[in-house]
């Protein structure tokens, strides 16, 4: 009597077996992967585009938010080399010798 040896069976061949065609088909294997690459696998992903999005979004308004206040800066140095004096005695509360200075400060409710 010959014995005959049974064949173990291979897990994985059998899963891949038991796979309906379409998800054993290369092509959509390839989309797969590549979905999982650029999704969460390389360092173009969208996770970190979205996050480079949002960087450049802060500095643009960070940006915009110091050209106006430059705009302000270059507005009031050309004010002052205009009216020097003006600009000191406002500012500074400078006098002329012979001159008394009133600071009236408005009242607050």
Same mark, same amino acid.
Request: net charge negative; proline share 2%; charged share 25%.
């Given at each position: 009597m010959a014995s005959r040896r049974r064949a173990k069976s291979n897990p994985i061949a059998d899963f891949w077996n038991a796979l309906p065609p379409y998800l054993r088909n290369r092509y959509f294997?390839? $989309?797969?992967? =590549? #979905? !999982? %690459?650029? $999704? *969460?696998? #390389? #360092?173009k992903d969208l996770i970190t585009? =979205?996050? $480079? +999005?949002? *960087?450049?979004? +802060? $500095?643009?308004?960070?940006? %915009?938010?110091l050209?106006?206040? !430059? &705009? *302000?800066?270059? *507005?009031? +140095?050309?004010d002052m080399e205009v009216n020097r004096e003006r600009f000191a005695r406002e500012t500074y509360f400078m006098q002329r010798d012979n001159e008394d200075v =009133? !600071? !009236?400060?408005?009242? &607050?409710?």
């Open positions: 294997l390839t $989309l797969v992967g =590549f #979905s !999982i %690459i650029m $999704l *969460a696998g #390389s #360092s585009q =979205f996050q $480079l +999005r949002s *960087a450049v979004n +802060r $500095l643009e308004a960070k940006r %915009i938010e050209d106006g206040q !430059i &705009e *302000a800066a270059e *507005a009031e +140095r050309l =009133f !600071i !009236i400060v408005p009242e &607050e409710e």
